[in-house]
Nanobody
Framework: QVQLVESGGGLVQPGGSLRLSCATS????????VGWFRQAQGKEREGVSS????????FYADSVKGRFAISADRAKSTVYLRMNSLKPEDTAVYYC??????????????????WGQGTQVTVSS
């Protein structure tokens, strides 16, 4: 059964860093893209980053370019999101998800399924 489990969230001061992990099972990271999305309180879901390890294709939202980096460890079936220079506006619940079909990619949440339960990131002084 396809599963995705997020971890690594927490409370961090502005300018700090966190690394989120998305542990996956029952599918290949070479053929399915895994994306990170976030939803702040009272706001709509936003695509943050995605990665298809088999092609090396990576995508980032404009709001996080230069600050966040997505990567994958194929042997561990885990996708990471390293977040640097965090800002209060990065505060949200972060989710990872897998594309519904092979060879799809991007940041359109409509193309993703098998969502995890999320991990809370709070950026505050």
């Amino acid at each position: 059964q396809v599963q995705l489990v997020e971890s690594g969230g927490g409370l961090v001061q502005p300018g700090g860093s966190l690394r989120l992990s998305c542990a996956t099972s029952a599918f290949s990271l070479d053929y399915y893209a895994v994306g990170w999305f976030r939803q702040a309180q009272g706001k709509e879901r936003e695509g943050v980053s995605s990665f298809m390890a088999g092609t090396g294709l990576k995508f980032y939202a404009d709001s996080v370019k230069g600050r966040f980096a997505i990567s994958a460890d194929r042997a561990k079936s885990t996708v990471y999101l390293r977040m640097n220079s965090l800002k209060p506006e990065d505060t949200a619940v972060y989710y990872c998800a897998r594309t519904a079909a092979e060879w799809e990619y991007g940041l359109d949440g409509e193309n993703f399924e098998s969502w995890g339960q999320g991990t809370q990131v709070t950026v505050s002084s």
